[in-house]
């Protein structure tokens, strides 16, 4: 049966769902992930979120955290990431990160890390951090510590604690003019 996904911008009127997605998607608990020590109190990067839907119903989501390596070099934290159980392996997920990776690109960032199975990520492009060169506020498996270069070699010589994104560094975040046309940063129709 062919799946018809349709793909948006995240809005407030959103939170709810994709609260309750999450949840379902990484438990209750997930809050008491390292990935979280970047997220609390600090909003999602909006002109990046995107969500999936099918017939009506909010069935995918992808976010991204601004964080900062060795208070320097500006990245994307890609996640969470998830699809509702009963739509999994349909495309969704994959098609939410090719989506909204493209729109960072086009938004002039330059790298991207996250906290997750290389298996599937590396289907999008990610490899593992060399073992060593970043860090993380709290415990975490290296081989699950993945990174993406949307330009070529923001990588390169690039080590250190990963730390929080804080006002100060906003201004790192802000793309020139990015925020003037949000409808070339995802595909279909805007609601
Ligand atoms: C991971 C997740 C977002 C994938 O969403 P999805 O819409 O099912 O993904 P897609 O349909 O685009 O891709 C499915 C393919 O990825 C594979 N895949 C899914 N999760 C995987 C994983 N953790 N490791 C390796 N492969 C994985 C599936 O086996 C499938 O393979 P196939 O194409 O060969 O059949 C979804 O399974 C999910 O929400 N999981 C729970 C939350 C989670 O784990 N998020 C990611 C954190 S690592």
């Given at each position: 049966m062919q799946h018809s996904f349709e793909y948006y911008p995240e809005r407030d009127e959103d939170a709810y769902a994709i609260e309750a997605l999450l949840d379902r998607a990484f438990?209750?608990?997930?809050?008491?992930?390292?990935?979280?020590r970047f997220r609390d109190g600090i909003a999602p990067l909006r002109d990046l979120a995107l969500t999936g839907w099918l017939d009506g119903r909010l069935v995918g989501t992808v976010r991204f955290w601004p964080v900062v390596i060795d208070r320097r070099w500006p990245a994307l934290l890609l996640g969470p990431l998830a699809v509702d159980p009963e739509m999994r392996g349909r495309g969704c997920g994959i098609h939410l990160m090719r989506q909204s990776l493209a729109n960072a690109r086009a938004r002039g960032h330059e790298r991207v890390i996250l906290v997750g199975d290389l298996p599937y990520y590396s289907r999008v492009g990610f490899r593992q951090?060399?073992?060593?060169?970043l860090t993380l506020p709290g415990p975490f498996d290296p081989a699950r510590l993945l990174m993406l270069e949307l330009v070529p070699?923001?990588?390169?010589g690039i080590r250190g604690p990963v730390g929080r994104a804080d006002s100060r560094d906003s201004a790192a975040f802000a793309?020139?003019?990015?925020?003037?046309?949000?409808?070339?940063?995802?595909?279909g129709k805007q609601r």
């Open positions: 438990g209750h608990d997930r809050h008491n992930k390292t990935s979280y951090v060399p073992e060593g060169t070699g923001a990588m390169a793309v020139p003019g990015g925020a003037e046309e949000p409808q070339q940063y995802c595909e």
